[in-house]
């Protein structure tokens, strides 16, 4: 599935340099630039990053499990960062008003 149309990544990209990153250190802050910046690509105009903050979520959750699936302290801070993102990713998603129309 193409993730960014800008860049023409594919969610199985993102997927894979999320898994090489974490594999570098299973414990380092992921964000959508480190991602883009290990792809040699940069975010245009950023209306995939949304997505891409849930990917590195859903890849890192699944990652740790992987390695330590009797760890709960993994499922309980995704869990919160999950609450986070749903708190405060809502309020404005991309930047963009209900009413925004390219035409």
Not at 11 to 25: A, C, P, R, S
Not at 45 to 60: A, R
Request: glycine share 4%.
């Amino acid at each position: 599935m193409l993730v960014c149309h800008c860049n023409i990544i594919t969610q199985k990209e993102i997927e894979d340099t999320i898994i090489g990153l974490l594999d570098e250190d299973c414990w380092q802050l992921i964000v959508p630039a480190k991602v883009y910046h290990a792809l040699q690509k940069r975010g245009r105009c950023c209306g995939c990053f949304p997505n891409v903050v849930e990917t590195i979520i859903k890849v890192t959750e699944e990652y740790h499990l992987r390695h330590d699936p009797n760890d709960s302290d993994v499922i309980s801070f995704m869990d919160r960062v999950r609450s986070l993102r749903q708190q405060y990713g809502s309020i404005q998603h991309e930047r963009r008003n209900k009413g925004h129309r390219a035409a």
